[in-house]
């Protein structure tokens, strides 16, 4: 390990570090442009120039290694000069909007203007113009103010996999397009947003919106997918304005997906504001005491057997524990949450975990995808897996359709039987993950919700036995689930014995007289029309259509809950805002619900709550740490079905209820996928 003297401070680094890495170490603060710390090195903004004794000029310290021996000087009149030149030229043709710009208050170029700069500039020819680009609904472009850090253009290649922007033209008339005109199509597009450093690409959806002092900060959870990526939300009043990403490397490291950062705008749209009771046939609006009343006339003398509870995607663990001890104190067991219909049971916590964890995938050499596209159930754990598919000698596989996912995929084919193929080594895929040190294997919701999905768990299982997925440093049988609430209610036990469909084909034939919809709107709600259905969620979407009491809930914006992500981890959500008119927590709904029913749950807060929630599952105690879960035996054997394996998600911009109120994922759906604005993006509040 190379040691160097920085500003006569000896520091020691690990071998390959730069200089600007080792003065980092060091505590310096050296500006940059173009240096990013999960990009490639570019070299190109010439920002972090500093002095090294013997060397003719100035080096520029993001691109030098760091060697034995060396001497830095960060803060002489030569380093100091230098960063002046740097700085002046880059705002030759800078335009001065910065009181219109998006990026002010939190842009690095003022920042380092003010701290680096001479204040004025010696230039006075006239300023270049650039044409804007049209990356598509979600970046807005002024590529005037562009510097060519490339930091966009890097990150399309590397990250996002998606190379569609670069660099045209030389010198003077060099200018960062899309080529060939076209959207930047990436599930990752946002992001190069926040990496911008200047006011060239901004979010589009949020253009002339607000300053960033004006609004309010909270750290929470992101619930669009199973990954549980960590956001900030950042909100004006009862607003919410924006979602930026927050750093957790083992997690979502520093991205977040378009979803997560611009369904916001479906918040506010379509809320249920107040209850509502079917009187009529029509839904009218009611008080809570009335609504609250009709559900205790309807279950008055009810056997529990026919009374059942359905259990959404969106939903936090305190909700699902509450209704889960509401139903079993009216004497019902029936609570389903596995919306997607997938063959898992929550007696073997392994069985449906992501194991290895999400960082995990960095330590594997070899993977088999199994009816699932990350790219579309979970884009940031996708480009996770790009970087390592890009490794030399690292072999990825898929069996399921064949999708582009960013990165080279050796397709085995859509059959089922493939997998038998594997488990014989028959198949030419098993000697690489007999040969692995630490293979993986990712099965989807889209192979667990298919009629034979116990059957392909159980093959899944077996592969994993017989290839070492399974050792004693090494958990590689991962699940990677779709929905933020899955594993939380498989960790509560919400499993039935025919699932969904058992609970939808017995209010057909009258068997259940009375389902609780906790947010479900995924299913085909007319088959409960028989049935006399309660419905607690958000917004009014599917599940609406067949209610006869609707129980306003509010967003995952609105309220502090727990959510489980799709390797386990415990994670704690915050509220950002208040919701609309009526709406309230969904387990302070049920408790008074209770209360009316005269079966009063055992707490009054959510403390209270939580402490019952943690006494009775002591899982729940940790938080933000990956669970180990025991190997074991699960899934089912039995015969596979011809239908080709495929992914659970059709369209990624419309998988929920806030998603497909947003008329922004409506828009990215009709640029990305040609499919229409949807009917539910163009309603109104209430």
Request: proline share 4%; net charge negative.
């Given at each position: 390990?190379?040691?160097?003297t920085?500003?006569?401070?000896e520091v020691?680094?690990?071998n390959g570090?730069?200089?600007?890495?080792?003065?980092?170490q060091a505590?310096?603060?050296?500006p940059?442009?173009c240096?990013?710390?999960?990009l490639s090195?570019?070299g190109?903004c010439?920002?972090?120039?500093?002095?090294?004794e013997?060397?003719?000029?100035?080096?520029?310290?993001?691109?030098?290694?760091?060697?034995e021996?060396?001497?830095?000087?960060t803060?002489?009149?030569?380093v100091?000069k230098?960063?002046?030149?740097?700085?002046?030229?880059?705002?030759?043709?800078?335009?001065?909007?910065?009181?219109?710009?998006d990026?002010?208050g939190e842009?690095?170029?003022?920042d380092?203007?003010?701290a680096y700069g001479i204040?004025h500039?010696?230039?006075?020819e006239?300023k270049?113009?650039?044409?804007?680009?049209n990356?598509?609904?979600l970046?807005?472009?002024v590529?005037t103010?562009?510097?060519?850090c490339t930091?966009?253009?890097?990150?399309?290649?590397?990250v996002?996999?998606?190379?569609?922007?670069?660099?045209v033209?030389r010198g003077e008339?060099?200018?960062?397009?899309?080529y060939?005109?076209?959207?930047?199509?990436?599930?990752?597009?946002g992001?190069?947003v926040?990496l911008c450093p200047?006011?060239?690409?901004t979010?589009?959806?949020?253009a002339f919106?607000?300053?960033p002092?004006?609004?309010?900060?909270?750290e929470t959870?992101?619930?669009?997918?199973?990954?549980?990526?960590?956001i900030?939300?950042?909100?004006r009043?009862?607003?919410?304005l924006?979602?930026?990403p927050?750093?957790?490397?083992?997690v979502?490291?520093e991205?977040?997906?378009?979803?997560?950062?611009h369904a916001?705008?479906g918040l506010h749209?379509r809320?249920?504001?107040?209850?509502?009771?079917?009187?009529?046939?029509?839904?009218v609006?009611?008080?809570w005491n009335e609504?609250?009343?009709?559900?205790?006339?309807?279950?008055?003398?009810l056997?529990?057997?026919?009374?059942?509870g359905?259990?959404?995607?969106l939903?936090?663990?305190?909700s699902?524990?509450?209704?889960?001890?509401l139903l079993?104190?009216?004497g019902?067991?029936?609570?389903?949450g596995?919306?997607?219909?997938e063959?898992?049971f929550?007696?073997?916590?392994v069985?449906y975990?992501f194991?290895?964890g999400i960082a995990?995938?960095?330590?594997?050499?070899?993977c088999l995808?199994i009816?699932?596209?990350?790219?579309?159930e979970s884009?940031?754990?996708?480009a996770r897996?790009r970087r390592?598919?890009?490794?030399r000698?690292?072999r990825?596989?898929?069996?399921?359709?064949?999708?582009?996912?960013?990165?080279?995929?050796e397709?085995?084919g859509a059959d089922?039987?493939?997998l038998k193929?594997i488990l014989?080594?028959?198949n030419?895929?098993?000697?690489?993950l007999?040969a692995a040190?630490?293979?993986?294997?990712?099965i989807?919701?889209?192979?667990?919700?298919r009629e034979?999905g116990?059957?392909i768990?159980k093959?899944?299982?077996?592969i994993?036995d017989k290839?070492?997925l399974?050792k004693?440093?090494?958990?590689?049988f991962n699940?990677?689930?779709?929905?933020?609430?899955?594993?939380?209610?498989?960790d509560?036990?919400?499993?039935t014995?025919g699932g969904?469909?058992?609970?939808?084909?017995?209010a057909?034939?009258?068997?259940?007289e009375v389902?609780f919809?906790?947010?479900a709107?995924?299913?085909?709600s007319?088959?409960?029309?028989?049935?006399?259905?309660?419905?607690?969620g958000?917004h009014?979407?599917?599940g609406v259509?067949?209610?006869?009491?609707?129980l306003?809930?509010?967003?995952?914006?609105?309220?502090p809950?727990t959510?489980?992500?799709?390797?386990g981890?415990?994670?704690?959500?915050?509220r950002?805002i208040f919701?609309p008119g009526?709406?309230?927590?969904d387990?302070?709904?049920?408790r008074?619900?209770s209360?009316?029913l005269?079966?009063?749950?055992?707490f009054n807060?959510?403390?209270?709550?939580?402490?019952k929630?943690?006494a009775?599952?002591?899982?729940?105690a940790?938080i933000?740490v990956?669970p180990?879960?025991e190997?074991a035996?699960f899934?089912?054997?039995?015969?596979?079905s011809?239908?080709p394996l495929?992914?659970a998600?059709?369209?990624f911009?419309l998988?929920?209820?806030?998603?497909?109120?947003?008329?922004?994922m409506?828009d990215?759906?009709?640029?990305?996928?040609?499919?229409?604005?949807?009917?539910e993006?163009?309603?109104?509040?209430g």
């Amino acid at each position: 390990m190379p040691t160097l003297t920085i500003d006569g401070i000896e520091v020691e680094v690990e071998n390959g570090m730069t200089i600007l890495q080792a003065c980092e170490q060091a505590g310096i603060e050296i500006p940059r442009f173009c240096y990013h710390e999960r990009l490639s090195i570019a070299g190109n903004c010439r920002m972090c120039l500093v002095e090294m004794e013997k060397a003719p000029k100035p080096v520029a310290s993001c691109a030098m290694p760091a060697g034995e021996g060396m001497v830095i000087h960060t803060n002489t009149p030569l380093v100091k000069k230098a960063r002046e030149g740097v700085m002046e030229f880059l705002l030759i043709n800078h335009p001065l909007d910065c009181p219109i710009c998006d990026q002010g208050g939190e842009c690095d170029l003022q920042d380092q203007s003010m701290a680096y700069g001479i204040g004025h500039n010696r230039f006075h020819e006239n300023k270049r113009a650039v044409k804007e680009k049209n990356m598509g609904p979600l970046v807005k472009t002024v590529m005037t103010r562009c510097i060519h850090c490339t930091r966009c253009v890097r990150f399309a290649d590397e990250v996002a996999g998606v190379p569609a922007l670069g660099a045209v033209g030389r010198g003077e008339n060099t200018e960062i397009t899309t080529y060939q005109e076209t959207a930047f199509a990436s599930e990752l597009s946002g992001n190069v947003v926040d990496l911008c450093p200047v006011g060239a690409l901004t979010s589009k959806p949020y253009a002339f919106t607000a300053r960033p002092w004006e609004l309010k900060h909270t750290e929470t959870i992101d619930v669009h997918d199973a990954l549980g990526s960590n956001i900030r939300v950042d909100a004006r009043g009862r607003e919410v304005l924006r979602v930026l990403p927050r750093l957790h490397d083992d997690v979502n490291e520093e991205w977040i997906s378009d979803k997560a950062r611009h369904a916001i705008d479906g918040l506010h749209v379509r809320r249920l504001d107040r209850p509502y009771v079917k009187k009529g046939g029509k839904l009218v609006e009611a008080s809570w005491n009335e609504a609250f009343e009709a559900i205790a006339a309807r279950l008055k003398g009810l056997d529990g057997k026919k009374i059942a509870g359905l259990v959404g995607d969106l939903q936090d663990v305190e909700s699902m524990y509450a209704l889960k001890l509401l139903l079993n104190a009216l004497g019902s067991d029936t609570v389903e949450g596995r919306q997607a219909g997938e063959k898992i049971f929550a007696r073997h916590r392994v069985g449906y975990l992501f194991n290895s964890g999400i960082a995990g995938i960095d330590e594997s050499d070899a993977c088999l995808l199994i009816g699932t596209n990350p790219r579309t159930e979970s884009p940031v754990l996708n480009a996770r897996l790009r970087r390592k598919a890009l490794e030399r000698g690292y072999r990825i596989a898929s069996v399921g359709e064949d999708a582009d996912l960013t990165y080279k995929v050796e397709n085995l084919g859509a059959d089922a039987a493939v997998l038998k193929d594997i488990l014989d080594g028959k198949n030419d895929f098993a000697k690489a993950l007999e040969a692995a040190d630490k293979p993986m294997l990712i099965i989807g919701a889209g192979a667990l919700g298919r009629e034979d999905g116990a059957a392909i768990l159980k093959l899944a299982h077996d592969i994993a036995d017989k290839y070492g997925l399974v050792k004693d440093d090494w958990n590689g049988f991962n699940v990677l689930h779709s929905a933020a609430a899955r594993v939380g209610a498989l960790d509560l036990g919400l499993v039935t014995e025919g699932g969904v469909e058992g609970i939808v084909s017995g209010a057909e034939k009258g068997d259940i007289e009375v389902v609780f919809n906790l947010g479900a709107d995924e299913i085909d709600s007319s088959r409960l029309d028989k049935a006399f259905v309660i419905y607690q969620g958000s917004h009014g979407d599917a599940g609406v259509k067949s209610a006869d009491v609707i129980l306003p809930g509010v967003a995952y914006t609105e309220k502090p809950g727990t959510y489980v992500n799709t390797e386990g981890r415990v994670q704690l959500a915050q509220r950002a805002i208040f919701g609309p008119g009526d709406a309230r927590e969904d387990w302070t709904i049920l408790r008074a619900l209770s209360e009316v029913l005269g079966q009063t749950l055992p707490f009054n807060n959510l403390h209270e709550l939580r402490s019952k929630l943690v006494a009775d599952y002591p899982q729940f105690a940790e938080i933000d740490v990956k669970p180990a879960a025991e190997w074991a035996d699960f899934g089912v054997a039995g015969d596979l079905s011809a239908e080709p394996l495929k992914s659970a998600i059709d369209d990624f911009y419309l998988t929920n209820p806030i998603a497909r109120a947003s008329a922004t994922m409506a828009d990215c759906s009709a640029t990305f996928n040609g499919a229409g604005v949807s009917e539910e993006a163009t309603g109104t509040n209430g």
